[in-house]
């Protein structure tokens, strides 16, 4: 069975330098990662938030110098008062670590990881069976392992999809500008040029919305 689960662990690597700072002020977040038809490598992209320069520079060194980077690249960066965030790109060896593991021995669907606070909180759609077989060998490699099936995950269920009709509608709700400070349009004219009532694009915005935010809920 295809199950959502969420894994909690910290382990010696760059990771347990965050724990020296609370999720405000640190965090890095794995979001796309593609291992290579060899098992011998992954493509990864992720993102990384410093509200200080001088951490944000700490920890793009230990990432981009980790023995497990084969190469890293920072592809889009931004700062502002609140702090940096940049987007990385990097390649990196799977030899003998907890990826390596779940890629090699589990049906996995999806995995993407969170770190804070000196710990990983791993998001991880698989099959349930092998799964749970190859978990005693991934706590050998951790300090402290916690493993929680969610109950429900948006990404295993139809119904939190967007429809054809509400992406459409949230698209053009975002180009002509609905969504910013002030509004460069509202409700009301939105609702004139789709043909359609107010009550009904309000209704169709935050069901997409509501969608939306549940999966990014889910993805933290």
Known sequence: MIKSYTVILSHDDWSRYTEKFDEEELYVKVVRRIPSLDGLTENVMGVIYAKDKDSYKQIVKMLSRNATTIDFKIIDLYKNKSG??????????????????LLRDCRIFSMNETIYEGMERWSIIADSENFIKIIPEVKELTYEFKIIEESSNPFLSVKEELTPKELAILKLAFDRGYFETPKRIGLEDLANELGISKPAIMQVLRKAIAKLAEKTIRDI
């Open 84 to 101: 940096i965030r940049a987007i990385y790109a990097s390649v990196e060896s799977l030899r003998g670590r907890i990826a390596e593991r």
